[in-house]
């Protein structure tokens, strides 16, 4: 099968799939071969996450380019963000040329904000001891760490920073070498530096030198 007539067939099948569950569901295809600021060639009901034809990269993207293709599996059902903060529920499809190599990623969204408003309705209708159920906060806790869906490589690369900052915990000016480098390392291994001019970036809110950051994906140690 050609790659044109694979594109054709996800298009088709995007189509179809967000005719089928309506308005809420979102569907985008990512060509991989393209340049990260504009993977989109395809989406379906882009409102919900603000996106259209030739808009950037999200981390799936950056995290499958990153990942050894024989490691790659297909992601379903997990938690995202639009950028409105709307909670999204994702599955990311992997499509291969026959050589095997990853060309296209098919990405559903699945708006369920609503479903969870109902969902919470009946969870403060039928709990017993609502100073003692944790369920609610946990859940709200994992709805507010999951990833935001960026447009730009910008917003990408800055929604990756800010994840990286968090593990570790502290402002930067308080951050050791150590600290620093633990941010390198998750950056890398998050793919942000497949972006260009990550590094000038990265750096500069790091408060270190480019020789200095790249040192610190080479070593990995202090």
Excluded: W
Aim: charge should be negative; glycine fraction near 6%.
């Amino acid at each position: 099968m050609k790659q044109d007539r694979t594109l054709d067939i996800l298009i088709q099948l995007a189509h179809g799939l967000a005719e089928h569950f309506g308005p809420q569901c979102e569907i985008a295809i990512h060509d991989v071969t393209r340049d990260l600021s504009n993977t989109i060639v395809s989406i379906e009901n882009g409102q919900i996450s603000g996106r259209a034809q030739g808009d950037a990269a999200s981390n799936v993207v950056l995290e499958a380019l990153h990942t050894p293709p024989e490691e790659l599996k297909d992601q379903i059902g997990y938690l995202t963000r639009s950028s409105d903060g709307k909670a999204l529920k994702s599955s990311s499809i992997y499509i291969r040329d026959r050589s095997g190599n990853l060309r296209y990623i098919f990405s559903v969204n699945y708006d369920i904000s609503s479903l969870k408003a109902v969902d919470e309705l009946i969870r403060g209708l039928i709990t017993t001891h609502p100073a003692t159920d944790q369920s609610g906060k946990a859940e709200q806790k994992k709805q507010e760490s999951a990833p935001r869906i960026p447009h730009t490589v910008t917003e990408l690369l800055d929604s990756l920073i800010e994840h990286a900052l968090a593990e570790v915990g502290k402002p930067v000016v308080m951050m050791t070498k150590e600290d620093k480098i633990r941010v390198v390392r998750y950056l890398n291994d998050a793919g942000a530096f497949l972006i260009t001019k990550s590094g000038d970036r990265i750096a500069s809110v790091l408060g270190i030198s480019k020789f200095t950051l790249y040192k610190y994906m080479e070593s990995g140690t202090p």
